[in-house]
């Protein structure tokens, strides 16, 4: 890959390319949000290039006559366009994708024991793990994750969505379906206050107050590939107790 990854747009045109250089803090912002669930070998720089042919398609595909804000519209482009680009470098094989399962699942059946949040060293027990294993499940989980609780989609009008954000729906007619989103969003609310308060902390770090990994890391005083680890846990967590949930989705 070029060493500058903003090279592919220098000649399309200058207002384009003024465009892109005013909103290049945002490609560097998702960029560093989006780190948080990927393992260390991926650079920014790659994630940035991504991020920059994204913006390039909002810019063109963008109609100013939908009344939606054009920030709104890049961040899902600009975001989309980074998942694509990391899915095509780093395939899953479906036996990680199977252990990454298995490890969910051993860290809800732990915890549905105990009562209590697992420790690390518990479910590598529970396994009959290794722990430097473990943890190596757990990384590869990371690049899985990015569809965790901060995956976005294009709504009607090509607003901004999360699946935290579209726990209520708003075109909901019958008042089953009120109460059955409602009980969605408590068990969803229960599950992430039974973290761990490191866990807990980070979610509520990078969900509520959407700071970056470094961002996070600055805060708690902790290394960027741990911050990351922690949340990788968290969402396994999260993914464990949820799953024993299901029939409530």
Not at 202 to 228: C, H, N
């Amino acid at each position: 890959m070029a060493t500058n990854p903003y090279e592919a747009v220098v000649n399309r045109g200058s207002w384009k390319s003024e465009q892109v250089e005013k909103y290049l803090p945002l490609v560097k912002r998702i960029a560093g949000r989006l780190a948080i669930s990927l393992p260390q070998h991926v650079d920014e720089e790659d994630l940035m290039g991504y991020g920059v042919f994204g913006l390039l398609d909002a810019i063109e595909r963008f109609d100013y006559a939908r009344g939606v804000k054009f920030e709104t519209y890049a961040t899902l482009r600009i975001r989309g366009a980074m998942i694509d680009g990391l899915r095509t470098m780093d395939w899953v094989p479906h036996s990680a994708r199977q252990k990454v399962k298995h490890v969910q699942e051993a860290f809800a059946q732990v915890e549905a024991a105990q009562g209590r949040p697992a420790e690390i060293e518990e479910v590598a027990a529970y396994l009959e793990m290794d722990i430097r294993e473990l943890e190596g499940v757990i990384q590869q989980g990371q690049i899985m994750n990015l569809t965790s609780l901060d995956e976005l989609a294009a709504g009607d009008e090509g607003e901004s969505l999360s699946p935290l954000g579209m726990i209520k729906d708003p075109q909901a007619q019958e008042a089953y379906q009120e109460i059955e989103i409602e009980e969605q969003h408590r068990i969803l609310a229960d599950a992430v206050e039974k973290l761990p308060e490191k866990e807990k902390l980070i979610i509520a770090l990078y969900y509520q107050e959407e700071l970056t990994l470094k961002e996070i890391a600055a805060v708690m005083g902790l290394s960027e590939s741990r911050i990351s680890q922690v949340h990788s846990q968290a969402i396994m967590r999260l993914r464990g107790r949820l799953s024993r949930q299901q029939n409530l989705f």
